[in-house]
């Protein structure tokens, strides 16, 4: 492909060269530039791509891509290389790996979801729902890129625009009719989904969060990048009680639907009842509005209710069936997010990757709303991080816990016990009682082999994580690995 083929739909300027060059490949990162390619400058909160010109001249790129004419351009010879100028890195970044992976999103619906809290849930239910419903189905989210149930890792919760393009290519080739996708703020505000025509576009809620340093100045440039969903959107789907619905929707002039439940709206929940019994820790609800059927959720808590209406919206606007959706929200587990692990009749246990102080109270608040015998909280706090959020924990836990067990989480290059005196400082502003048991593996090994009747445990803060970082290293660590065997071994001791 030319240069001015991956160009085309950008305004640009050639400085020096000429665009009628072949280019095998578009790079963004310095370290990955290589031999007949076009570096993309980005300028990035931490480094910025421009600074490293040199080092692309010496790999032999073909083009370099700028924003800005950086003093370097006056120590490199640039002999063989084309400079193209042009507004915006990021966007230009986008449609050159749109045109690069042949427009892929053009060959899928694609369902974009944005939100403080519930785009993972809510991306889990919709997926679960169209795939009942017979569509192979992809996903990108904070828990990996998904094709049917083929994962493959990612980084950021919405990658680079280079990546976004390269993982849509891969799923159109592999006969993905939908794909579904988590959209940060931080992804729209770096145009990583820049050019994306969303089929559907999802807003479940907002609230203080992603303001300060490296992402967003205030709360009000926060929703302002949340709402620019929107202007990339087919259809809107709104959460009718949050507070920022309508601001939320100013400006944009697409049809929008609504879901909730404190008003009769286009899609809400006349009732929602909790439900508990063996092995299922969920809801029981009546559906009303443009569609009406009774369900289950098979995921605790009223916020689960709100994804599964953000999920019946957008699936009926997909139109998927009654009995897809029935039976997708009823069976529906998403890995380490309010998960049910089975563990057996005399108590239950579950895996949530509640990892701060309002993750954690507003967890332990639902949980003691279904009536256990006890709340059980096994939790540790990361190294390297502020000793207010390990106090912070530590009092929520002693407040609303039964009894917690202090242990490890992602205690890097820090000692892990001047973590846990953290957590302790915080834990005795409350009655709450509690243990410490440095390992995590014994910590779970206790709470299980001494688990009474009725206990609600929670391993909080790892959620779907499947590794520990201790000293420095990532250490492979899966508390659903681990609850199994000690489970297993529990159980097989008894016999």
Known sequence: MT??????????????????????????????????????????????????????????????????????????????????????????LACMSSNYFLHPDKE????????????TTTAHMIKAILELDGHRTGMIGTMGSFIGKKKIPIVHTTPPAYEVYRLLRQMADEGCRYVVMEVSSQGLKMSRVWGIQFAVGIFTNISLDHIGAGEHRN??????????LFSQSKIGIINNDDESCEAVKKGHSI?????????????????AEQEKREGFLGLRCKLEGRRSFSCEIGMPGLFNAYNALAAIAAASCLNCSQLAMECALASIRVKGRTELIPCGSKYHLMIDYAHNAVSLESLLKMLRSYEPQRIVCIFGCGGNRSPYRRYA?????????????LTEDNSREEPLMEIIKDIIEGMHQTNGQYIVIPSREDAIYYSIKYALPGDMIVLAGKGHEDYM????????FSEHEIVRRIVREINQSVL
């Not at 694609?110 to 403080?116: K, L, P, V």
């Not at 439940?261 to 009732?271: A, G, I, P, R, V």
């Not at 970082?469 to 492979?476: A, D, I, K, L």
């Open 393 to 405: 924990m530590g009092k929520i836990s002693g407040m609303y816990a039964d009894f917690s067990i």
């Open 219 to 228: 709360f009000e440039e926060y929703l302002y990048w949340k709402s620019q």
């Open 108 to 119: 899928m619906d694609i369902i974009g979801i944005t939100g403080t809290k519930g785009k």
């Open 469 to 476: 970082e201790q000293n420095g290293q990532r250490v492979h």
């Open 3 to 92: 240069l001015k083929e991956l160009l085309q739909g950008i305004s640009y300027v050639v400085i020096k060269g000429r665009d009628e060059i072949p280019i095998s490949d578009i790079v963004y990162d310095s370290r990955k530039t290589k031999q007949n390619c076009a570096f993309v400058c980005i300028s990035g909160t931490i480094t910025d791509g421009h600074r490293f010109l040199k080092e692309a001249e010496q790999k032999g790129v073909s083009a370099i891509v700028l924003e800005h004419l950086p003093v370097q351009l006056m120590d490199i010879l640039l002999e063989h290389m084309t400079v193209i100028l042009v507004e915006d890195s990021r966007q230009a």
């Open 255 to 271: 049809p929008f639907l609504h879901f909730g439940m404190k008003w009769k709206t286009d899609f809400y929940f006349s009732s």
